[in-house]
């Protein structure tokens, strides 16, 4: 599985960014299709994911802000990123999990100025 993420940028606080991750495999077929991130001198955490079947988590410090989604024509897992915050400035990775295997994407740099 391949992918491919777009989408980063330079945002002020506050403002919005939308990620997307087009995978070379149906997403339909692919388990699990998620992002993680990577701030300056931390270690990678989970952002968010959503399942084949649709299910979805988000992780605790991006409730009600980010919003993870499929955009079933482009084949791709869209982050919908609202109300940024300067600490959400990191890589942002696209992560795939499908047959017992792990498959990352190259990141996608999203920096937010105060």
């Known amino acids: 599985v391949q992918l491919q993420a777009s989408g980063g940028g330079l945002v002020q606080a506050g403002g919005s960014l939308r990620l997307s991750c087009a995978a070379s495999r149906s997403i339909f077929e692919i388990g699990t299709l998620g992002w993680y991130r990577q701030a300056p001198g931390k270690q990678r955490e989970f952002v968010a994911s959503?399942?084949?079947?649709?299910?979805?988590i988000h992780a605790p410090f991006v409730k009600g802000r980010f919003t993870i989604s499929r955009d079933n024509a482009k084949n791709s897992v869209v982050l919908q990123m609202n109300s940024l915050r300067p600490e959400d400035t990191a890589v942002y990775s696209c992560h795939a999990a499908w047959r017992d295997s792990e498959y990352w994407g190259q990141g996608t740099l999203v920096t937010v100025s105060s």
């Open positions: 959503i399942t084949s079947r649709g299910g979805m």
